[in-house]
C-alpha cells in the first residue's frame, strides 16, 4: 500500500508502528536517536494519520493492517527490516515476526495479551479518549495542551510524565485520533484478537512500569508466550516514547 511515511538516518532499515489512534510523529521524541544507527521508516497504519483507509471489502484487524506494512515494504523494497512498534503497533510487530518477514521485532506494551475484562476497559477507555478527541473545539484542545494539570487529566492514560508532552505534538496527536477512519472498526476487531503464532524471529517485548491503558500484568502473559522475559520500561506509560526517550531508543536498538 501507498502509506504516509516519514524516512530518516542510514544503516539497516527499521520500520516503526504506532498505536490505534495514533500517527507516525508518535515517534518523534525518538526518532533521530534511532536514526543515527538505522534507516528509520516511520509510517501512518492505513486509516489513521495521513494514509488512506483500506481497500473495500477489506475489513480493519491488526492481521490486515500486518498485510498492509508488508505490502508498504515490499513497495519500498524494504526486505527484512527490523520492526518497532506500540500497543497495536507491537501486535503487529509480533505478527511479522511470526510470518518469519522482518529481523527483528520489538513490541512496547502490544495489545492482545488481556483477559476479558481487560479488553473491555481498554475498549472503553479508547471510546471514551476518541470521543473527547471529536467534541473538543480546536481553542478548547489549545487550551487543554498549554495547560500542565489539563494535560495531565487529558493524557495521563497513556503517558507516565504528560509535563514531557510538546503542547504541540498532543495537539497533533488529538487531531489523529479524532480523524482517523480506520478507528472504530479496528477496535471493534480487539474483541477476537488473540496473541500471534509462536514468532519465527527474534522479538523482545517491553511494558512500560505505569501503563494505565494495557497494566502491566499482562506482561507476564506476554512473557509466557515468548518465553522470555519481558522487559520493564521505568517510569513509563502506555505511549512511552516521550516519557523516556533514551530509554525507549536503547530498548528498540538492542532488540
Not at 524494504?78 to 512498534?85: F, L, Y
Not at 487531531?175 to 476487531?189: K, W
Request: glycine share 10%; charged share 20%; proline share 8%.
Amino acid at each position: 500500500m501507498d502509506l504516509a511515511f516519514e524516512r530518516r538516518g542510514t544503516g539497516a532499515p527499521l520500520i516503526l508502528i504506532h498505536g490505534i489512534g495514533h500517527h507516525w510523529q508518535g515517534w518523534l521524541p525518538v526518532l533521530d536517536r534511532l536514526a543515527a544507527a538505522r534507516t528509520v521508516i516511520a509510517l501512518d497504519l492505513p486509516g489513521f494519520g495521513a494514509s488512506p483507509g483500506l481497500p473495500d471489502r477489506i475489513p480493519y484487524t491488526a492481521e490486515s493492517l500486518a498485510d498492509a506494512v508488508e505490502s508498504f515494504c515490499a513497495l519500498l523494497g524494504v526486505r527484512e527490516p527490523h520492526v518497532a512498534g506500540n500497543s497495536l503497533g507491537g501486535y503487529i510487530a509480533l505478527e511479522l515476526a511470526s510470518r518469519g518477514v522482518v529481523r527483528t521485532a520489538t513490541a512496547l506494551s502490544p495489545t492482545g495479551f488481556w483477559s476479558r475484562p481487560e479488553l473491555l476497559y481498554c475498549q472503553a477507555v479508547l471510546r471514551g479518549l476518541r470521543a473527547t478527541a471529536r467534541s473538543l473545539p480546536p481553542e478548547q484542545l489549545a487550551r487543554t495542551a498549554e495547560n500542565p494539570h489539563l494535560r495531565t487529566v487529558s493524557a495521563g492514560v497513556l503517558v507516565a510524565r504528560p509535563s514531557r508532552l510538546d503542547p504541540a505534538a498532543l495537539i497533533a496527536a488529538t487531531e489523529a485520533l479524532a480523524g482517523s477512519t480506520g478507528f472504530d472498526e479496528t477496535l471493534e476487531s480487539f474483541g477476537g484478537l488473540m496473541p500471534p503464532a509462536p514468532p519465527k524471529t527474534p522479538v523482545t517485548i517491553a511494558w512500560g512500569e505505569h501503563d494505565r491503558l494495557l497494566l502491566r500484568r499482562q506482561a507476564v502473559r506476554a512473557a509466557r508466550w515468548s518465553g522470555q522475559r519481558v522487559k520493564l520500561l521505568k517510569g513509563c506509560g502506555h505511549v512511552p516514547m516521550s516519557d523516556d526517550p533514551d530509554l525507549v531508543a536503547r530498548v528498540i536498538l538492542r532488540g
